[in-house]
């Protein structure tokens, strides 16, 4: 068993993903209720027992909704930055002292896997994406962010799998029943990645060495599935990009997991 991950649940009621080895395991944010997230984690095959962590990218309750209570059932530690514990702290319960884990952007260890912590644009306090390496390989989660940079783009390049944010098609969005507030929020660069954002991000990712791209937390009002796949493959086939041959694209689940993906 290499490394592999297996995204659980991944939009806007609620996110989860579970990476790990045979040795080590962690979650990357628990937004659903613990009942949930350990029922959808059997079908991934593995058990939140085995859970040797839960990684919080942000505040935001679609992301941290069931963690208080999975890290006080089965004992597991939390690590957030401090600005991240301080927003969610009174809202997700008490947490034994000894599993509240402050962190920042330095790598750490989780058993065998070493957590590359990296801060992305959107609106939190301080969000985190994560990259997980063990045993060689690479996976990293890149959603809930407004834009791309360099830093982020070097962050993640050589990645065997990224989860990456296809969250709207931006004329859906413009047309569709949000408030006029709240699409300007998740159209700005501290907002949500659009289908052609996470196209010309795939294009990049591919050129670093990414081969395998799950495209995650699509929203339920402003995207459907297919129309994120085909922008994303369309233009990288317009740029050479030949899919199955260069990388392979999936997509992520919004509820339910969506099958489970091992590093190569």
Same mark, same amino acid.
């Given at each position: ?5 297996? @995204?659980?649940?991944?939009? +806007? ?11 080590? !395991?962690?979650?990357?944010?628990? *937004?659903?209720?613990? =009942?949930?997230? +350990?029922?959808?984690? !059997?079908?991934? %095959? ?10 919080? =990218? ?6 941290? $909704? ?10 597991? @530690? ?14 997700? *319960? $008490?947490? &034994? ?11 750490? /260890? ?6 590359? @912590? ?24 890149? =959603?809930?962010? $407004? ?29 569709? @029943? /949000?408030? /006029?507030?709240? !699409? ?6 501290? %907002?949500?990645? +659009? ?5 010309? =991000?795939?294009? !990049?990712l591919v050129a670093s060495g990414v081969r395998g791209i799950l495209l995650g937390h699509l929203s339920e009002k402003n995207n459907f599935y297919e129309l994120a796949y085909e922008t994303v493959c ?5 740029? &050479?990009?030949?899919? %199955?041959?260069?990388?392979?694209? *999936? ?5 339910g997991v969506t099958g489970v993906y091992t590093a190569i």
């Amino acid at each position: 068993m290499g490394l592999e991950i297996a @995204p659980l649940f991944s939009g +806007s009621k609620g996110n989860c993903i579970y990476i790990g080895t045979e040795q080590s !395991k962690v979650l990357v944010d628990a *937004g659903y209720s613990c =009942t949930k997230i +350990s029922a959808e984690l !059997k079908k991934a %095959g593995a058990h939140m027992e085995d859970i040797d962590g839960i990684l919080v =990218t942000h505040e935001h309750s679609d992301h941290i $909704g069931g963690v208080g209570v999975i890290s006080r059932k089965y004992d597991i @530690p939390v690590y957030a930055n401090e600005e991240t514990w301080q927003q969610m702290e009174t809202r997700i *319960g $008490g947490v &034994n002292t000894k599993n509240i884990r402050i962190i920042d952007e330095k790598d750490f /260890y989780v058993k065998e896997l070493c957590i590359q @912590p990296y801060e992305i644009s959107h609106d939190a306090v301080r969000p985190f994406g994560y990259s997980i390496t063990a045993q060689g390989k690479k996976v990293s989660v890149m =959603t809930d962010l $407004g834009h791309v940079t360099e830093k982020i783009l070097k962050q993640v390049a050589g990645s065997s799998i990224v989860l990456l944010e296809s969250n709207h098609d931006v004329e859906m969005l413009k047309c569709g @029943p /949000y408030p /006029y507030y709240l !699409k300007r929020r998740i159209l700005s660069g501290s %907002g949500h990645l +659009s289908n052609d954002d996470a196209a010309t =991000t795939a294009y !990049k990712l591919v050129a670093s060495g990414v081969r395998g791209i799950l495209l995650g937390h699509l929203s339920e009002k402003n995207n459907f599935y297919e129309l994120a796949y085909e922008t994303v493959c369309s233009f990288l086939q317009q740029n &050479n990009i030949v899919i %199955g041959k260069h990388v392979a694209v *999936g997509m992520a689940k919004r509820e339910g997991v969506t099958g489970v993906y091992t590093a190569i």
